[in-house]
């Protein structure tokens, strides 16, 4: 007779406990032993651990699985159980993880694999084997494709949130926190009397009066935000540091001259400039002729821009010319600094309301949500819970489905937010989305080629690059390390049929199968790999935070971040006035619903898992484990050199503090 002990942990989120019967059997590679009751007549409580001693008549062998089964209590009495893991003490000595963080319904089986992580060509026992195909084919009824809209990534086949599987929603804590805080958002708009007005505000300062929370950041966008050096500090630093790149020749349709900039350059030429590599371009062509929503049933308007900046000898970008329309022509004149101060304002508002287009569509919703719908998808489709790729992306995958279904049901749908109230809504952000998706590059995700593409390596107070460059480069580090570990060469990697499986669905999901993206659609070496997953992890974590922590803080101020435009571009200089700005600005109702809209996707949830922070208990080999200990550190320790630099700063860049930084995207 031998006797092997083991531990059920239940979980410790709200309701995880159970009233019901929960069964184990243990499988081994030489036999299995008797179904025993783990609870008895006594339920599980929520962040409890039961004890049982199950007999055998000889060793079981090697443990390949473990099965739960769950009954109702007299027949009737029965509810779901969270099991965080069950740990079984062998009779040989060992203590055996079986990882398992899911729900077990009424009725229902869970088979749970050991924490030790294989590949598939690894795992030779025949059981083992049946056993990780069957959860594929399971996940995979779970998780089925669907097309949102031709030439877009494709998403999960579930309407609403509510028909996820339990193991991929919210948690409770989370979920009650959320529709809290939209819930308390819309009342007080309804309270105010302010969310249907279609007024036009009589002058900004009445703005002061609906920022209901304030911090430095906000209040410094209201101060600036008017003036050239915050305007061109946000292209760096501001929400979306992604379009700017260095100009070494105009556009053929942006005829700026010498003449008309000499006053910015103080003498010098363009030409000259552009040499010494201080001469930078942000063009919005993505934006061009897409027609502008009707919001409050008024029509909007949509310009495509082109942004020329200086930096100058102190290292302050800062714009010098603007162009609103693509095609050049005497309605579509070149705006100075020189020009009066309300064209030249009103100017740089038509670009503003060209970044919330471009920044929201391509790269907010559609380089960091839609590619990590399609990131999760794959993972979740094609890795077994034994494959080491499962557990290192489990973390970054956590509630980006239904934060993704929600964003869908109440952000672009027909009656959805930006639909409402943005002036890119509606038709046309398909449009662009479809126009992202086809220039969408796998370069662009990955931040050292990005940055060199654009000519970036040497700008100076670029924290979104300084920051973002040292922490893709921890998050290389971890990577490498704990890949390397299991592919110990590159026919490991090429032998690895659920890896293949995996990068092929999110080249032809994610990247509509095109080949110039540059997406590989199958993976030949370790160093491959490597790059893939650290911009697979990068892009959802780090990428994600650096374009949607700071939407309030620096879209809360309206007037820096104009969801809508009520009249056209001018087509002639000198008639702009102040009066004129604030009828071209949104509407009341426009701005606050805006407002609450950016307030709810920039705020901290109530279970916060910032980067390198591992809740479940996956791994219980000994190179992984030092291996996340090693990441955890650097992760400090950049927190803290970020910290240092920023008491120097006036206006702090917090967002890519691996603090402030999500493991997934879960808002």
């Not at 729900?103 to 088979?111: A, G, K, M, R």
């Not at 900004?204 to 209040?219: A, M, P």
């Not at 700005?581 to 307030?599: H, K």
């Amino acid at each position: 007779m031998v006797i092997y002990t083991v531990t059920a942990h239940t979980g410790k989120t709200f309701l995880a406990g159970t009233t019901s019967l929960i069964y184990i059997q243990l499988h081994g590679s030489e036999a299995e032993s008797e179904e025993q009751n783990l609870n008895r007549l006594q339920g599980f409580l929520p962040g409890s651990e039961r004890t049982i001693k199950i007999n055998c008549m000889a060793s079981l062998g090697e443990l390949m699985s473990v099965k739960l089964y769950s009954k109702p209590f007299m027949g009737l009495l029965y509810n779901q159980w969270f099991c965080d893991k069950i740990l079984v003490n062998t009779p040989e000595g060992d203590e055996i993880l079986f990882p398992c963080y899911s729900w077990l319904d009424c009725d229902e089986t869970l088979v749970l694999r050991p924490a030790k992580a294989s590949l598939v060509f690894q795992d030779t026992n025949l059981i083992a084997q049946k056993q990780r195909m069957r959860q594929l084919e399971e996940q995979q009824k779970l998780f089925r494709w669907r097309v949102y809209a031709e030439g877009t990534p494709q998403v999960i086949d579930y309407e609403t949130s509510v028909a996820l599987p339990a193991e991929v929603r919210f948690s409770f804590a989370k979920e009650s926190d959320f529709y809290y805080s939209a819930g308390k958002q819309l009342a007080a708009l309804k309270l105010t009397g302010l969310a249907d007005s279609r007024k036009s505000w009589e002058s900004l300062s009445q703005l002061e009066v609906i920022i209901c929370e304030r911090g430095k950041t906000i209040e410094y966008v209201q101060e600036h935000w008017d003036e050239d050096e915050f305007f061109g500090y946000q292209f760096l630093n501001g929400l979306n540091p992604m379009m700017i790149q260095r100009c070494s020749k105009l556009p053929e349709n942006f005829p700026v001259t010498d003449d008309m900039v000499k006053d910015s350059l103080r003498g010098s030429s363009l030409e000259q400039e552009m040499k010494k590599g201080n001469i930078f371009l942000s063009d919005y062509k993505m934006l061009d002729e897409l027609v502008g929503n009707v919001v409050g049933g008024r029509q909007q308007y949509l310009t495509a821009p082109l942004v020329l900046l200086y930096c100058n000898p102190h290292g302050i970008m800062l714009p010098i010319a603007i162009q609103l329309k693509q095609e050049p022509g005497k309605e579509n004149p070149i705006f100075l600094p020189t020009d009066s101060k309300a064209d030249w304002k009103l100017a740089k508002i038509f670009v503003r309301n060209a970044e919330f287009g471009v920044h929201e569509v391509d790269f907010h919703l559609l380089r960091t949500h839609l590619l990590a719908e399609v990131f999760t998808m794959a993972t979740l489709r094609n890795l077994p819970s034994p494959h080491p790729l499962y557990k290192l992306l489990f973390p970054h995958i956590r509630y980006t489905l239904q934060i993704n279904i929600m964003a869908r049901n109440g952000l672009i749908s027909k009656d959805g937010a930006l639909t409402l109230h943005a002036g890119v809504g509606g038709e046309s952000l398909v449009k662009l989305l479809k126009r992202a998706t086809a220039s969408l590059t796998y370069s662009a995700l990955c931040l050292p080629d990005n940055i060199s593409e654009r000519g970036l390596e040497s700008v100076p107070h670029f924290y979104y690059r300084d920051d973002g460059m040292k922490l893709w480069n921890i998050i290389n580090k971890f990577v490498a390390a704990l890949l390397s570990h299991y592919y110990q060469s590159d026919a490991h990697v090429q032998k690895d049929t659920e890896l293949q499986q995996w990068i092929s669905e999110i080249f032809t999901n994610g990247f509509l199968g095109r080949d110039g993206s540059g997406i590989p659609s199958s993976l030949q070496t370790v160093t491959e790999l490597v790059k893939f997953v650290t911009m697979v992890i990068f892009t959802v974590s780090a990428q994600h935070a650096s374009v949607n922590n700071g939407q309030f803080e620096f879209g809360g101020w309206m007037p820096n971040y104009p969801t809508a435009l009520r009249n056209p571009p001018p087509k002639v200089k000198g008639q702009t006035t102040e009066d004129s700005i604030l009828e071209t600005l949104p509407d009341v109702g426009t701005t606050v619903n805006g407002m609450a809209v950016l307030r709810l996707l920039s705020k901290d949830s109530a279970d916060h898992f910032p980067l390198g922070y591992f809740p479940e208990n996956l791994h219980d080999e000994d190179i992984p484990c030092k291996l996340i200990e090693e990441f955890q550190k650097d992760l400090r320790e950049l927190s803290d050199l970020i910290e240092e630099r920023n008491k120097m700063l006036e206006l702090p860049y917090i967002y890519l503090n691996p603090k402030n930084v999500d493991n997934s995207v879960a808002i």
